[in-house]
Nanobody, 126 residues
Framework: QVQLVESGGGLVQAGGSLRLSCAASGRTFSSYLIGWFRRAPGKEREFVAAIRWSGGSTYYADSVKGRFTISRDNAKNTVYLQMNSLKPEDTAVYYC???????????????????WGQGTQVTVSS
């Protein structure tokens, strides 16, 4: 069993930055696919970014490409989402999720993920 804990959310002005963390306990992320998703009020959950622990391949939604960066720290068993140039439309609850190996190729699809964190609120004011 894997437990995921997100942190780093908060209130920031448009143009600002935040770094979200997703820490895992229970086992290491080795060979996992780790994704970040978000859900804004009244909207569906949407894919934000993902990273393959083995090899480090990264994937981004078009809406965040060039502004957000996903990365991992092997020693800390933690995945980060660095969010720069934040916009009010980035306001949402952000969730990290883990897909155990063999990890899916459908990194953008919530159903492929086996474990989810509780979420962290990000609010961007205009």
């Amino acid at each position: 069993q894997v437990q995921l804990v997100e942190s780093g959310g908060g209130l920031v002005q448009a143009g600002g930055s935040l770094r979200l963390s997703c820490a895992a306990s229970g086992r290491t992320f080795s060979s996992y696919l780790i994704g970040w998703f978000r859900r804004a009020p009244g909207k569906e959950r949407e894919f934000v970014a993902a990273i393959r622990w083995s090899g480090g391949s990264t994937y981004y939604a078009d809406s965040v490409k060039g502004r957000f960066t996903i990365s991992r720290d092997n020693a800390k068993n933690t995945v980060y989402l660095q969010m720069n140039s934040l916009k009010p439309e980035d306001t949402a609850v952000y969730y990290c999720a883990a897909d155990r190996p063999p990890a899916s190729t459908n990194y953008y699809s919530p159903p492929v993920y086996d474990y989810w964190g509780q979420g962290t609120q990000v609010t961007v004011s205009s």
